[in-house]
């Protein structure tokens, strides 16, 4: 009798586990939300530039507090869509408290209502060289060009933690950005560290530098952020940016966080299968 050789079954993934031809994981944006409408405002604008960016992926928003809608009611919402796969990426440019405890609690807490759902926090958006890139631009559209970096000293002014992690990462970002060619860039805070924002640009002017600017280094607008603006115009400062809001460069790096994320997915569904 003639054996008859068959191709082999292909892999199958693991229980839960989604299959080659699944659709890709959910990004759900997760915000911290603001009393602030321009905060809401301004995250949308933000995720509306990621869709357009990859229209085949499906993008949510989720708030941890004050906007609608929740963390919680989205997951729900997904869960009831048949959903299984979620990449949850924490809308933040340090990891501190949020990021830390904030986040992972809420998810930790919806996967146990929703076991149907397999959650993965993404890693939060900073540092990244796109960040840089997304500052400088804000800087040029402010008034000044690649021509005035020598001459021009930053303050890269933040929100502020009392995180010392998101501290060293703030000062190290103002390192690395001062060696392409700026001519001194210093950290600031609006809340938790010190400098203030108008401090920073004073210690500069005592300094003698001949140009001082405020690169904001948040998201969106807000009572922080309004801090920072404040203490720009109370110490004269010379140039303020905007803040970062939907700018083409952060919407490349939450695909960029969202695409780590589901690739290391995918490694362990190949692993498991």
Same mark, same amino acid.
Request: with cysteine; hydrophobic share 45%.
């Given at each position: 009798?003639?054996? &008859?050789? *068959? ?6 993934? $693991? ?10 994981? #959910? &990004? ?13 405002? =301004?995250?949308h604008a933000l995720v509306r530039r990621v869709r357009s960016l990859r229209p085949g992926l499906r993008v949510e928003t989720g708030f941890l507090d004050f906007n609608a809608p929740s963390v919680t009611g989205v997951l729900e919402g997904l869960a009831a869509d048949g959903v299984?796969? #979620?990449?949850?990426?924490? *809308?933040?440019? =340090? ?9 992972? %609690?809420? &998810?930790?807490?919806? =996967?146990?209502? &929703?076991? +149907? *759902?397999?959650?993965? +926090?993404?890693? @939060? ?11 400088? +631009? ?39 950005? !001062?060696?392409?060619?700026?001519? $001194?860039?210093?950290? %600031? ?6 400098? /203030?924002?108008?401090? %920073? #640009? ?8 001949? /140009? ?5 280094? #948040? ?7 309004? !801090?920072? @603006? ?25 695909? =960029? ?9 995918? @490694? ?6």
């Amino acid at each position: 009798m003639r054996h &008859l050789s *068959l191709p082999p079954h292909p892999a199958r993934p $693991a229980r839960g586990e989604p299959g080659p031809d699944a659709s890709p994981p #959910v &990004l759900l944006v997760v915000a911290h939300g603001s009393r602030d409408p321009r905060h809401a405002a =301004t995250v949308h604008a933000l995720v509306r530039r990621v869709r357009s960016l990859r229209p085949g992926l499906r993008v949510e928003t989720g708030f941890l507090d004050f906007n609608a809608p929740s963390v919680t009611g989205v997951l729900e919402g997904l869960a009831a869509d048949g959903v299984r796969d #979620v990449v949850a990426l924490p *809308l933040l440019l =340090t990891r501190a408290f949020h990021a830390k405890a904030d986040i992972p %609690a809420v &998810l930790h807490e919806a =996967t146990s209502r &929703l076991p +149907q *759902l397999r959650i993965r +926090q993404a890693d @939060v958006l900073g540092p990244s060289p796109l960040l840089l890139d997304a500052l400088e +631009q804000r800087l040029y559209e402010a008034g000044l060009g690649p021509g005035d970096k020598s001459s021009t000293g930053v303050v890269l002014a933040s929100a502020g933690s009392s995180d010392p992690e998101a501290i060293a990462v703030i000062a190290e970002i103002a390192r690395e950005w !001062r060696r392409t060619g700026w001519c $001194a860039v210093r950290p %600031a805070f609006a809340s938790a560290s010190l400098p /203030r924002t108008e401090d %920073a #640009v004073r210690e500069l002017r005592a300094e003698g530098v001949r /140009r001082v600017a405020v690169a904001p280094y #948040v998201i969106a607008p807000g009572f922080l952020p309004d !801090r920072i @603006v404040r203490g720009a115009r109370e110490a004269g400062a010379d140039v303020l940016a905007d803040v970062l809001g939907p700018a083409p460069e952060l919407a490349r790096l939450l695909l =960029t966080r969202y695409d780590t994320a589901a690739s290391a997915a995918a @490694v362990t569904v190949a692993m498991s299968a």
